[in-house]
């Protein structure tokens, strides 16, 4: 893959373009589940925030509240970059291409003014990424943004029918893709409406395809007019489920995400207590088109002047020779990647040395997995932190987090509330507020929620009520300390690897079959996966399918981590409830049973 030349020194620092211009009610329930309750000791080592008084509305950061975010992304991100001009930023750990601040500066702007030159976009207008973590997923999201456009993200993986049902849903009127996906791009671009061109990166221009060479934009320098921007414009549309059903597009403002930023950046859970510039070497493998990857590592760590090591595609080998090569400080990781450095044989005690913190996402990791990866190491708890948070793509997306420093028995939650951020433990049978150690609905509120969902207002009632709670579907409880704890998933979403599954768009690619008359997909725990989905399958009668038949036909239209990896089971009937929906928890412990 061809790519530009990365400067350095002074004349990066001259490429550095101004940064843009500042412009109590009843709660509905639908589960019931036993409370569950857990007795909390605290460490004796270890001080933790008092927590605020609980009053019957809801519960509060103990750190208190900040200034919401009134920048935009892009002008927020690079605020400081004169302090590391020449300092690296973004580095590909397989390829070893990078850019320097000041050259990623630099890219950010011309590619602001191609999107609206050649590429004829208005602000506004959706721009879709087909990308794995490479440098130029930096330079050509924030160029996005700069240029008043709206991003959303698709998992390099995905088919073109699943592809090209976000795409038309947003209405995207341009790509930006790498070569190995461009057939894909160019399927499911065929069928955009209003369709404007397709952004190569690393290949060149081809006028007859529409296709623009990410290189050529950037090196003729194009000049438009760019927009003043409004901190509460949409900028990004990335896809969820939610807590249920088909995947919805999540409209996150600049507000959300620069808040967001401005919230896990307050100096009482920092690492550094609040200062810039310490050149921390991170390296991270969970995807920028992810949430979690692009809001709470790549725009985190950029803000910061932390010098980014990513990998495109994850492999043993090419993880730990990056551990070699960059000798990073930090590990963003989730629960699979974290037992892979403790248990695999290529990760060695000496890989590891130069470690002093590592933030799990995705999902919550256990004590016992942390005691491996120590033992692995040689370390101790005090020489190596363990992070943990939690969020959702609706909240930008952290809500709870872990301050850098924190009891060693608190391992295992998700942290406390972040600055001006609110939670409610509801009951869910009453919707009454709940005190620690009570499981009910985990409902959070605050200015990194998001806006809405795109163009489905009934899905946004649903999941916002009027009050702006935003409900998670999760069960959890807190403790004394305001440490939460997250006890149950989503009941029907299944985690696979950190990915958020969908059984509902399982089950519609399975019912499509002639032959089927019910089906029902629930997650199977997994020992790697954390979770993978089974389907059950009724058949109309006289009709026949075999489990082979059944997995080839979703492995056929969805991506790698919706196969039926579980495995296809035939039954009589789906056991469903008197009003209809199906009862998953019996269908998980049926799918326990060995065959006879």
Known sequence: MSHLKVLRGNFARQLIFSPCKKNANKLRTNRVIPEHTQPCLLGRNFATQTAPDLDNKYLTSPWG?????????????????????????VTCGLS???????????????????????????PGDRLGLILPNIPEFAVIAYGAMRAGLVLTFAN????????????????????????????????????????????WVGGEDDGTKGIFGLRPLLMADHKSDLPDLNCDDVCLVPYSSGTTGMPKGVMLTHKNLVTNLKQVQCPSV???????????VLLTVPPFFHIYGFNAVMNYNLRLGYHLVSIPKFTPESYVNCLVEYSPTTLFVVPSLLAFLATHPLVKKEHLQSIDTIMVGAAPTTDSMLEKFLLKCEKTKDQIRLLQGYG????SPVTL?????YPYNKVGSVGQLICNTQARVVSLTSGEMLGPHKSGELLLRGPQVMKGYWNNE?????????????HTGDVAYYDEDHYFYIVD???????????????????????????????????????LAGEVPKAFVVLKPNYKLTEKQVYDLVAEKLTRYKHLEGGVAFLDSIPRNAAGKIMRNELKVLGRKPKH
């Open 270 to 280: 920092m690492k550094y207590k609040g200062e810039k510039g310490h050149g921390d």
């Open 65 to 89: 509240d900040i200034q919401v975010g009134n920048e935009t992304l892009t002008e927020f991100v690079f605020e400081d970059i004169e302090l590391w001009a020449d300092k690296p930023a």
């Open 156 to 199: 390099p993986l995905y088919t073109a029918e699943e592809l090209r049902r976000q795409f038309s849903d947003c209405n995207v009127k341009a790509i930006a893709t790498i070569e190995m996906f461009m057939p894909v791009a160019q399927q499911v671009s065929a069928s955009l409406k209003d369709y404007k061109g397709t952004i």
């Open 458 to 470: 009934a899905a946004t009632k649903e999941t916002l009520d009027s009050e702006g709670w935003l």
């Open 401 to 405: 987090m872990t301050p850098y420093h």
């Open 392 to 395: 959702m793509t609706e909240s």
């Open 96 to 122: 070893e291409r990078s850019y320097d601040y000041g050259m990623l500066r630099m890219m950010v702007e011309r590619c602001a003014h191609a999107l609206l030159g050649p590429l004829r976009l208005s």
């Open 489 to 527: 998933r989503t009941k029907e979403l299944i985690k696979v690897k950190g990915n958020q599954v969908s059984p509902t768009e399982i089950e519609s690619v399975i019912m499509e079959q002639p032959e089927v008359a019910d089906v029902a997909v629930v997650g199977m725990p997994d020992a």
